[in-house]
């Protein structure tokens, strides 16, 4: 029988015991020996994102294959609809998107949320309430949308532009989300003709949460 004991001792001694077919041998090693004897004997690998999406501000792999992507969608317009009302040209605040993609490309869960319009973004850049609908939290409600597959991370760049395009209803809509207290049809007519840096004057209510909070959900 071959064994290897290693032993460390009360006083930071690091004592090897070896027995190959009953004969024992014991040697003393300095601690920085055991730690490189274990770190070149542990399996490394290679994790490659691949091309990731525009604006991506992080990415996070789990060990099993599913990744996070947080991106920021700099477009301030968008072309949005409720009930049968399209709102053309539509102003935004700076909004941000998060995306768990499972191992085989498809997404398993959305994220969404107001940033600051700081001109840099920093881990503590404050978050906003969104003071629109199917957005509870951060968490996105897509409804029977069904989520395209991304074959490549850098597909997740039109992702946000086809969420924003899916009808809005009063899905987890609240009067107390905007500062106005307008309900949904009147707080879209109130907006329709004002620029992104009205919202964080007027409408926005502080979440008391940063960037950093939304990116490790």
Known sequence: MNETIIRIQDDGQIVVEENNK???RVKHIEPYALVQCINSSMLRGKLSSGLLPK???SFTAHDDGTRDICIVHTDDKADI???NTMYTDFSLPRLVFGFTIG???RVQTCHMGIVADDLMLKPSSPMYIYPFSNV??????????TMPKCE??????????????????ND?????NNKQRLEMRDLL???KDKPPAYYYKDILLPMHKTLQDFITI
């Open 22 to 24: 009953g004969i024992l």
């Open 55 to 57: 604006n991506c501000i």
């Open 81 to 83: 609809s409720y009930h």
């Open 103 to 105: 191992k085989e490309g």
């Open 136 to 145: 509870s939290g951060f968490r996105l409600c897509t409804g029977n949308n």
């Open 152 to 169: 490549s991370l850098h597909q997740l760049s039109g992702l946000p532009y086809f969420i924003l395009s899916m009808p809005n209803n």
């Open 172 to 176: 987890y809509f609240k009067p107390q």
């Open 189 to 191: 007519e109130h907006l």
